[in-house]
């Protein structure tokens, strides 16, 4: 039987998984979580140790998609196209380790989400004869990610919006050098203002016929691949089903931090999971106080994916936790906090903390860490100090490769990040991108020209 997915707003019809997909956010701009969660029992776990990355995606998404969703055989074909790269776990020390989620071809753990999305969307589109317009912001490295994965399919047109002054030379090039379905522009505001243009473009009656769909965390199409690596570093790490994971993963929109909270709730053995954020730290008050206020305008660290005032996926952590929140981050029914505070520990690290891990890592453990996967760091060790806990298995998220954030890497260590292959030579290649001010009628405008 396929799955249904629900609105956390609860004012819209329940949906499949190819029309939560392919319409992003519900039609009464809640988000759309499934009506119940698929288990794997012990054993399955267990059996997931012998197999390679993309067959354990497979195995874990074929729990979500039922045969009249995708047939299996045309799923373990996207699964074994999408993930074709490694995924390491570097022991740090101990039971401690680092998921490197950076291998990928545009070197963020978005490209884990972005692969399998696009093989998704186009083999329903492809079915239907449809078109899609995939409108997507970016903090930095969701763009390139969307830009990479869906560049060349003919089904899909992608527009992206990316704040001018928040984004690296690296990643701005990532999203501006692919040309063909792929064009973006240069917003000059803050990302919560591209997040702000592309929700507006979505609820825009006149749009409607343009098939617009968001390629953002508010897809749920994003978050059962971001589940997927929970299972492979336990699989590769665990010694027995009892063997309880802490995962600790540094957060801004809370769409890998979903991913975590699925797997957990799918049975796969895991204690807590630690929600690490920068300065902009609603979440970690609200976690300690019950009290919701968002931060308008987001302040500016140096872990620039994470620089979000207000999590667009907490409106699904607060419902699965009994609670309701809408679209504008107003609380209507508080969760169960007591079991959030169980499950999630959440945890603020400033800019200076985060220069000074990165330094600390460096220096003691030769573990070359960017400005996000040291939130990670530190976020974890705040939670092994309050819970300290012999032998126990602990893994941190690196969330991009060092590469990306050669600026921060040079000021804060005084070292070169070594680029991988996959960056290497953009460069040199030629950029093509708009300019426009945080204005919605320019992009109106920009999209009935385009689209
Ligand atoms: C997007 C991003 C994050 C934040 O992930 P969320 O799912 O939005 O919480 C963290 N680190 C990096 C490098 C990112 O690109």
Known sequence: MAMQYYSTNRRAPEVSFREALLGGQAPDRGLYLPVSIPKISADELMALKGLAYHQRAFEVLRRWLAEDDVPADVLADLTEDAYNFPV??????????????????TASFKDFAARMMARLMNYYLSQEHRKLVVLTATSGDTGGAIANAFHGLENIEVVILFPRQEVTDIQRRQMTTLGGNVRSISLEGKFDDCQALVKQAFWDEELSSFGLTSANSINIGRLLPQSVYYFHAWAELASSPEDKAVFSVPSGNFGNMMGAVLAKRMGLPVSRVVAATNENDEFPVFYRTGGYEKIVPSINCISSAMNVGHPSNLARLVDLYGGSMDEQG????????????????????SDPQTRETMRTVWREHQLLLEPHGAVGWLGLQRFAEEFPAEGRLQTVLETAHPAKFPEHIREVLGIEAEVPESMQGLEHTEETYESMEPDYPALKAYLKRNA
């Open 330 to 349: 107003r609380l209507h029914i508080q969760p169960d906090l007591y079991a959030l505070q169980r499950d999630i520990y959440a945890v603020e690290v």
């Open 88 to 105: 390491p776990l570097e022991q740090i020390y101990g039971r401690t380790y680092v998921m490197r989620l950076d291998q990928g071809p």
